[in-house]
Structures are given as structure tokens and as C-alpha cells.
């Protein structure tokens, strides 16, 4: 492993350890805070088709704005490990009644349903889970690259291409700067629960 690498990596579980030190009280609230966030926000005021995850591993819970887009009629899309294209990500649709299976990385995701499958560029927000990100954008990422090679398919050219892409994250997920690779996709916004960072 090269210096670059174990410094990311060192980086990588110092985040994870302070995500998850945190309690079930603040997490509660840190969730709540979230759906306040985004209501307030022009950048969500249109959208209907929004990708998020499955909280994990301390990650900021996603549950209560599911629950929120759900009761603004919008479609949740979840991310599916792909079938065929290793180590690359489907989105689909996620309700109250999706069956659910567990995937070798101990995470539930929706049982692959090819009829529910949102093409990426057809989704209007895209939430990513993140470690850590920079003041510059940059996210960390746990290290298996599936959301980097996923968004690096789109072949983005515009910024304001659909989707916006989000990522979410604690506001103690923020460190001054990254090591950053080739491979890292930078983020034009990162949401947390105390506000909407905006980058490019």
C-alpha cells in the first residue's frame, strides 16, 4: 500500500470511528435536522425522482427524509449492487413494500426488480454517501469506489447536469482538505444537518 493510500485510509477509519461514537440521540436529531435542511433549500424544490441510500455503518440516517419524500408523493430510488458490471451501482425504486435482501456487505438493498430500475441521468437529485469531504468538494468514499465508477459513467461535462449530485454527511465528516485520486468525483453540494454546502 503506498504512503498516499494508508493516509487515505488512516483518514477513512478516523471518520468512521467519529460517525460512529456518536449517540442514538444525536443521530435522532441529526436526522431531523437533515428534512429541515432540505425543505428550506431552492435546489430540491422541483425534484421528484431522488437517489438516496440505506444508513450504515453511522452514516447520516436517511430514514426520516425518505419518509419525507415519500409523503411529497416524490420516488425514492436506492442503490443496488449491479448484477452483471462489477463494482458499478443500479438505482431502484424504493417503497414501504420493496422485499429487501442483504448483500455480502452486510447492507439491504432492494431484490433486483429490473422494472424499477431509474436510468442514472433520469434522477433528479442523486445523495451519496461519504467518510469525509473537504472544503473544495472532495469526497471520501469507504474505499470500494462504487459510487465513483457509477457517476463516472454518466461522462459529465456540465455541472448542472442531471443529477445533482449531493453528498450527505455529519457536519463533523468535514476536514480542511483530502488527499485526492484521478478516480474521485468531486461534489458540487454536500448536505448536512446544519447546512447546504455548495462548491462549483
Not at 112 to 136: G, Q
Request: glycine share 6%; aromatic share 10%; net charge positive.
Amino acid at each position: 500500500m503506498t504512503t498516499k493510500a494508508q493516509t487515505r485510509q488512516g483518514i477513512r477509519q478516523a471518520f468512521r470511528d467519529k460517525r460512529l461514537a456518536l449517540s442514538t440521540e444525536q443521530q435522532t436529531s441529526a436526522a431531523c435536522a437533515l428534512v429541515q435542511q432540505y425543505k428550506q433549500s431552492p435546489l430540491f424544490e422541483h425534484a421528484t425522482k431522488v437517489a438516496l441510500y440505506l444508513s450504515f455503518n453511522g452514516e447520516i440516517n436517511t430514514r426520516a427524509l425518505i419518509d419525507y419524500l415519500w409523503s411529497k408523493q416524490a420516488s425514492v430510488y436506492v442503490p443496488v449492487i449491479h448484477p452483471f458490471s462489477k463494482g458499478h451501482l443500479l438505482f431502484q425504486q424504493y417503497t414501504a413494500s420493496t422485499p429487501m435482501i442483504c448483500n455480502h456487505f452486510g447492507i439491504y438493498e432492494p431484490k433486483l426488480d429490473s422494472r424499477f430500475i431509474c436510468p442514472i441521468s433520469a434522477l433528479d437529485i442523486l445523495f451519496t454517501p461519504l467518510v469525509a469531504f473537504d472544503l473544495k468538494g472532495n469526497r471520501l468514499g469507504m474505499g470500494g469506489g462504487f459510487y465513483d465508477r457509477t457517476l463516472a459513467s454518466l461522462g459529465r461535462t456540465e455541472v448542472h447536469a442531471k443529477p445533482t449530485l449531493i453528498g450527505l454527511a455529519h457536519d463533523i465528516q468535514e476536514t480542511a482538505e483530502l488527499p485526492i485520486e484521478h478516480w474521485d468525483i468531486p461534489l458540487p453540494h454536500i448536505l448536512t444537518s446544519s447546512k447546504l454546502h455548495s462548491f462549483r
